[in-house]
């Protein structure tokens, strides 16, 4: 175990001891092309859950964000197929992002808390950016600037 001088060591580091990090443990979740080489493969299914339940995101809620059904989850479940690359990057990305906010904030209390306030300039929630995997790096993006305590 690793001890940090600051937040932003810490992210910047990226040493995950993190919840998530037990999801994929062979997965460098700072690595894009790592994540982007496991889409292309899919998630299983149980990641899914796995992330869900780690979370704090109801399964509905969870399958909403990717653009998918939760039957549709579990029909992939019961036949052992894996989610297609599109929802499957959509859900790395969303791992990551988890795995930095719960580090930045904290928990995944208090990140989900903030997923829920508005930005400071505007009335965007960040969690309403998270239907795409471009919202996600741009949450992703805020986070990073809070690490470094950038404001704007």
């Not at 805020?142 to 704007?152: F, G, N, P, T, W």
Request: charged residues 25%.
């Amino acid at each position: 175990m690793k001890i940090f001088t600051s937040t932003i060591e810490k992210i910047l580091i990226f040493d995950c001891m993190s919840a998530f990090c037990k999801i994929l443990p062979n997965l460098k979740l700072d690595d894009d092309l790592a994540l982007v080489y496991s889409a292309r493969k899919g998630v299983k299914p149980r990641i899914f859950y796995s992330f869900a339940q780690a979370a704090k995101i109801p399964n509905k809620s969870l399958a909403k964000l990717l653009h998918l059904h939760p039957k549709t989850v579990q029909n992939y479940s019961d036949q052992q197929k894996n989610l297609d690359p599109v929802q499957s990057e959509h859900l790395l990305k969303l791992i990551s992002l988890y795995t930095k906010g719960e580090e930045l904030f904290g928990s995944v209390d208090e990140f989900n808390y903030w997923l829920q306030k508005p930005f400071w300039d505007s009335k965007e929630l960040p969690l309403d950016l998270l239907n795409t995997p471009g919202g996600v790096d741009l949450v992703a993006d805020e986070i990073q600037r809070l690490a470094h305590s950038y404001v704007v």
